[in-house]
């Protein structure tokens, strides 16, 4: 044991705290937390390991720990360390779902959006919905039955809405608040499912309006009816006490956990999921803290069921719900279920191609190749103009070989030769780079260009400007525009021969071009917009805001109708702005 290590483990408390491992570079390469410090990390050098933690213990040379009031405390902290350092050995769970929720103003006129949090207490909450497609569709059929206020800014004239009788035109008429309250209870009760009396007042009218030979409106009628069996079917409540809860169950193989869930809102399945990570250590320790982890970004729901007892007792001091284990009944039915999905995930997992399995053996691999040390965070960099207009420059950065969405950054062209790539190139590493050192954030361990040694050039000389040091190399490509290694600004050339190295380089490369295409598109559309709106009379900049985010596209905006214009605009800047884009 290295002496480092041994003095470390002399000064470890049985207290609840978070722990950092550090390597010869003191660099951070693993975060954990523990309810006992002492019991925790000195079991990684006290006792024989295996695989990835063999390894984290062989690399750590010193540790650090933070004491803590509880494990909850620890767990927060935890979470927050992990996100602002990455460490190599750290398995995140990624996940970018915000399930959606519908939510109705709860004062003035009844008003309907979607929300992706239950934030603001000025609204009633309903869902949350297991995709925004099904939110929207309850929206627009809520829209059709209920004459609400559809439009977020009030015009002075009535709109299309009042006159299709799906809007009691608060624009123009002083609604009284008994009616606005009936309307929101009216639409409260439909959320809860008590939708029957509303389907026989539709089918009463189709039938009318069938029988009059008026077949548009009965086909309209058909539509509201269909919509509405639609979504009772979708909300079949399949768990009868409408609980929030998650049911969770695991499967292991081959140095691989599959954690699955099911999640259920008011007893109605909302989504399954199901997660593959390496395996780090005790199986029923990590697939605690994944479900804890899980629930960093999301609410708690009232239960939590879990396949383990081991798992049960080591979240249940973490977690505000109510934790169970359950050994027969309905719940547990549920858990073979999950446990089933979980099994058939990780079969599916080895059976089909793993392309993505072990990043940081890849990293370390180009590292070598390289000779730098290996490269845990690449940030990559391009510029994006056409013919000199709307220049942009965008950086993308991957930790651990996955794409860290939190680091990305655009950049507006601020030098005015817009055409020239390499002072765009020096301006925004420089800018980028400037400012991470004066806030003292992680530098990246490699930077990769694209446009051969020009660029490098530009890099280098922008860093060198910064006073920072961070290797900087470009992607070569052959007599096929194909990528096919890297080069130094010494003009030294490192093939790629790995595939896997070589796809993972070019899912960078792709990306940070995806990236900064979509940021330059969104700017020129903006540029192109922009040009139109000037010189309307009532068009200021808080209307063309409203104007940009209704419609991000310019033929949007061209094939938008005076009365869809109007529901945002005053009547009379909607007709100058559609006579201006019709001209």
Known sequence: ?????????????????????????????????????????????????????????????????????????????????????????????KDDSHYPYIALKKKGDPFLAIKRNKKESSYDYFGPYPRSTFAFEVIDLLNKIFPIRKCKNLGHETCLYFHLHQCLAPCVNKIDEETNSKLREDIKSFMRGDNSSIRREYVEKMNKAS??????????????????????????????????????????????????MLLYRKGILLDKKAYIVESFGDIEEQVSDLITQFYSHIDIPNEIVVSSEIVKKNIEDVLDSNILCPSKGRLHDLIISAKENADNEINQYFISSRIDEDKLSLLEELGKILNIKT??????????????????????????????????????????????????????????????????????????VDGGLIQIEAAVDALKGVEVNI?????????????????????????????????????????????????????????????????????????????????????????????????????????DLHNKLNK
């Not at 979504?231 to 081959?254: G, M, T």
């Not at 490269?375 to 860290?404: R, T, W, Y």
């Not at 991470?436 to 530098?443: R, T």
């Not at 992607?475 to 890297?486: A, D, E, F, R, Y």
Request: proline fraction near 4%; aromatic fraction near 10%.
């Open 471 to 575: 290797p900087v190399f470009g992607l070569v490509k052959n007599n096929k525009h194909q990528t096919s290694g890297l080069m130094n600004i010494n003009k030294e050339e490192y093939p790629i021969e790995n595939k896997k190295l070589f796809f993972l380089l070019t899912r960078m490369q792709d990306e940070v071009h995806r990236f900064a295409i979509s940021f330059h598109r969104e700017k020129r559309g903006k540029a192109m917009t922009a040009s139109i709106l000037d010189d309307i009379p009532g068009l200021g900049d808080k209307r063309k805001e409203m104007i940009y985010k209704a419609y991000p596209d310019i033929t949007l905006l061209r094939n938008a109708s005076i009365e869809e214009l109007s529901q945002i605009l005053p009547r009379d800047v909607a007709i």
């Open 1 to 93: 044991m290295k002496e480092s290590i041994k003095n470390c483990i002399d000064n470890l408390k049985h207290l609840p705290g978070v722990y950092l491992m550090h390597n010869a570079d003191n660099q951070i390469i693993y975060i954990g937390k523990a309810k006992d410090l002492y019991k925790r990390v000195s079991q990684y050098f006290l006792r024989p390991q295996a695989g990835k933690v063999a390894k984290m213990a062989m690399e750590a040379e010193y540790f650090k720990t933070i004491i803590c009031n509880n494990e909850k405390e620890a767990f927060v902290l935890e979470m927050n360390l992990i996100q602002t350092h990455y460490p190599k050995y750290n398995i995140l769970l």
């Open 375 to 448: 490269p845990l965070q690449i940030d990559l960099f391009d510029n994006s103009h056409i013919q000199g207009s709307s220049p942009v420059g965008a950086m993308v950065s991957f930790v651990n070989g996955e794409p860290a969405k939190k680091l990305y950054r655009k950049f507006k062209i601020e030098h005015e030769e817009a055409r020239d790539d390499i002072k765009s190139m020096k301006e925004i590493i420089f800018r980028h780079y400037s400012r991470s050192k004066d806030e003292n954030k992680k530098l990246p361990d490699l930077i990769l």
């Open 211 to 260: 029988q009059e030979l008026d077949f548009e409106s009965a086909m309209q009628y058909k539509g509201i009816i269909e919509a509405i069996d639609h979504i009772n079917a979708k909300q079949n409540v399949e768990i009868s006490d409408k609980k929030d809860r998650d049911i969770f169950a695991f499967s292991s193989k081959e140095g691989y956990i599959c954690l699955a």
